[in-house]
């Protein structure tokens, strides 16, 4: 009786909480207070502040600070006023990331690939959209329905006496990873490619490099697992979608470029 109460009360909560929209218009699940995400976002950043060493290269910090502000500068008025805080780690791995509260990390490793201003404005952009869209928000909403969802199914399992209930749990299980999970992380990350691209091209910073960018990633190997187990779409997925919205990117870079005041950015 508890089962058939909670799956109708957990699908209404969804239905409720999916009234959010992304700022492409895609309909989010979002059940977290952006001001605890926050707190989170903090309180992790600053765990990994502690954890890996901080570059203490003036000019590489100068370099990534130009490019983000840069960005910055052209988003909404919302994010303008986050106090925004970048941080470049020392660490060769090719990456960035955004948390929820403002905070931005650079790994050196990324400088690395990233061969100019617009490159290195292609991930900051894509990183800065993670965040505007509420993508941590999105994800730990997905993570905490799909198991409390697993959990009501598996109590079903176990009320109707199933003889087979390990094997449909892993199943269950693993439907939910490949089918749910993973797709919908791949739907953050090409939406923040969007996002990210429109944003860098409204800076001033040349969108086309944003492909250039991918294929350094492709012959620096990433994206080698196939992409149906992967959470990010594989470096050519990823240019056939940037190159989709290219026309519209370019179209901001030319009305920002008129205006002459574009970024100027030394790669350190």
């Known amino acids: 009786m508890r089962t ?32 605890k995400l926050s707190a989170m976002g903090i309180q ?3 765990g990994m502040k502690a954890e890996t060493p901080n570059s203490k290269n003036k000019k590489v910090n100068q370099y990534v600070q130009c ?4 960005l910055l500068k052209h ?12 941080v470049v780690f020392e660490d060769d791995q090719v990456n960035a990331f955004a948390l929820p509260g403002g905070k931005m990390g650079v790994y050196t490793g990324l400088l690395l ?6 490159q290195l404005a292609a991930v900051i952009g894509h990183e800065i959209a993670h965040v505007m869209a509420g993508h941590s928000n999105e994800r730990l909403s997905s993570d905490q329905f799909i198991s409390t969802a697993l959990t009501v199914a598996d109590s079903a399992m176990t009320v109707a006496g199933s003889p087979y209930q390990q ?11 490949v089918g749910i999970a993973l797709p919908f992380s791949r739907a953050h990350e090409t939406e923040a490619d969007i996002m ?10 040349v969108p086309t490099e944003a492909v250039k960018l991918w294929q350094n990633m492709a012959a620096k190997g990433s994206g080698s697992t196939p992409q149906l187990l992967s959470s990010h779409p594989v470096p050519d997925n990823r240019i056939k979608e940037l190159n989709k919205h290219m026309a519209v990117a370019e179209s901001y870079y030319q009305q920002r470029r008129s205006q002459g005041a574009l970024p100027n950015c030394n790669k350190a």
Not at 113 to 118: F, G, I, R, Y
Not at 167 to 177: E, K, N
């Open 4 to 35: 058939k109460l909670v799956l109708p009360m957990l699908i209404a909560t969804v239905l409720l909480a999916s009234c959010a929209h992304s700022p492409t218009g895609r309909r989010q699940l979002m059940l977290f207070d952006d001001q």
């Open 44 to 46: 992790t950043f600053e």
């Open 67 to 70: 490019v983000a502000n840069n």
């Open 75 to 86: 988003t909404d008025a919302k994010w303008q006023k986050t106090p925004w805080e970048i």
């Open 113 to 118: 690939v990233a061969d100019n201003q617009s």
């Open 167 to 177: 094997q449909m749990r892993t199943a269950f299980g693993l439907g939910a990873q």
């Open 196 to 205: 990210g691209l429109e944003l860098m091209a409204k800076s001033g910073f």
